[in-house]
């Protein structure tokens, strides 16, 4: 089994290794310049000047006013500068000795400045420093294997998905490729080279190729274009990117971080089986790691529809609030791209369960 496993991944492994090469941006990435960007720099409020408004503003968050900024980084830096109150949907509460994010804009009239959003650098530095140190503690070198994993899949999310789509590749092929060198690499990195890890991979591989082949079924038959708002609008009209292939992959990148759960979590019951009850044969260690897996599906479905309709809430929303009929709201394209999301990625999973605790079932089996 050791010998049939690695004649599999082997190939595999080279062809993703080539596969990456052959789309790897060889020149870089030249993103357009938006119209109407401005540059961005940070500053600390030293004080704010309130004052009354002169009429009633519909989105009111700061009120009237200026605020003593002094610029912390930038070509003003150290220089202190006055700014307007920032106001309306999504303007960022201020108070003095906040740390923010301004922009600069010149018109016929000299500079302008403006206050954007909140610097939450320093912030995400200790939550970050937190998770590593939370997940260090409790996994030890488990969990040390497992921040190195996740910052390969970082990597190979920064440095070459995006890239390459933006660079006008394929993005369903981009995907699928970035997701095979994300599970070979994390996988192995996390678990080890074994048997057991070996066999999750192969059940990833083929779940993770029947998500793909789902998914391409479904956007094509439902029509879906991936255009649902003014940000995959954006992505396709400024970057020439394919939003269709874009909402391609997504899924198929989407549905990666949960089928390796399941995966390894397949194989490593079954390995666990197999120690605790060496008698058992292919048929028992199959039924008993099902009865596992049945009931992690049950709770991992549920799992995917809440984490996709947290991710679309302010959405529901609004197409709630217009009181249209319940069969109105779930053709919705907004709303049929998330069905799509949620119903391919449990495909996905639902086919994950028998074929990685099969193949290791097979695996770990008693001969006889």
């Not at 201020?94 to 016929?108: F, K, N, Q, R």
């Not at 996994?139 to 390969?152: E, H, I, K, Q």
């Not at 981009?174 to 192969?202: E, K, N, P, R, W």
């Not at 260690?285 to 049945?294: E, K």
Request: proline content about 4%; aromatic content about 4%.
């Amino acid at each position: 089994m050791r010998r049939i496993a690695l004649a599999v991944i082997a190939p595999i492994a080279v062809v993703t290794l080539a596969a990456m090469i052959w789309l790897w941006p060889s020149d870089g990435v030249d993103v357009p310049d938006q119209p109407g960007s401005a540059e961005q720099f940070t500053g600390e409020i030293l004080a704010v000047d309130t004052e009354e408004c002169p009429e009633q503003l519909a989105d009111e968050v700061n009120g009237c006013g200026t605020a003593t900024v002094l610029v912390t980084e930038g070509a003003d830096q150290d220089e202190e500068i006055a700014v307007p109150l920032p106001n309306g949907p999504g303007a960022p509460t201020v108070a003095e000795g906040d740390d923010m994010v301004l922009i600069e804009t010149t018109s016929p009239d000299g500079k302008a400045f403006a206050i954007v959003d909140h610097q939450r650098s320093t912030g995400l530095w200790v939550l970050m420093a937190a998770f590593a140190l939370a997940l260090i503690a409790f996994g030890r070198w488990r969990g040390l294997t497992a921040m190195a994993g996740l910052a390969v899949t970082f990597a190979l999310l920064l440095l070459f998905v995006v890239p390459a789509i933006l660079a006008g590749e394929p993005p369903l092929l981009v995907a699928i490729v970035g997701s095979c060198a994300i599970m070979l690499t994390v996988l192995y990195l996390t678990h080890g080279f074994t048997l057991s890890t070996t066999v999750a991979v192969l059940g990833t591989l083929t779940s993770l190729t029947l998500t793909g082949l789902l998914s391409a079924v479904a956007v094509g038959a439902l029509h879906l274009t991936g255009v649902v708002d003014d940000l995959s609008a954006s992505v396709g009209v400024s970057q020439g990117v394919n939003t269709e292939g874009l909402l391609l992959a997504g899924i198929v990148i989407g549905s990666l971080g949960v089928l390796d759960d399941v995966t390894v979590t397949q194989a490593a019951t079954v390995t666990e089986l197999a120690r605790a009850n060496p008698s058992y044969g292919w048929g028992q260690l199959y039924r008993a790691g099902s009865r596992v897996g049945r009931s992690h599906i049950a709770s991992v479905v549920n799992t995917i529809i809440l984490a996709y309709a947290g991710s679309s809430l302010p959405l529901l929303i609004l197409i709630v609030a217009n009181n249209e009929s319940l069969g109105a709201v779930v053709t919705d394209q907004i709303i049929a791209q998330e069905i799509v999301r949620s119903v391919v990625a449990t495909l996905g999973l639902i086919a994950a369960v028998p074929l990685t605790t099969g193949l290791a079932a097979l695996a770990f089996r008693k001969d006889t």
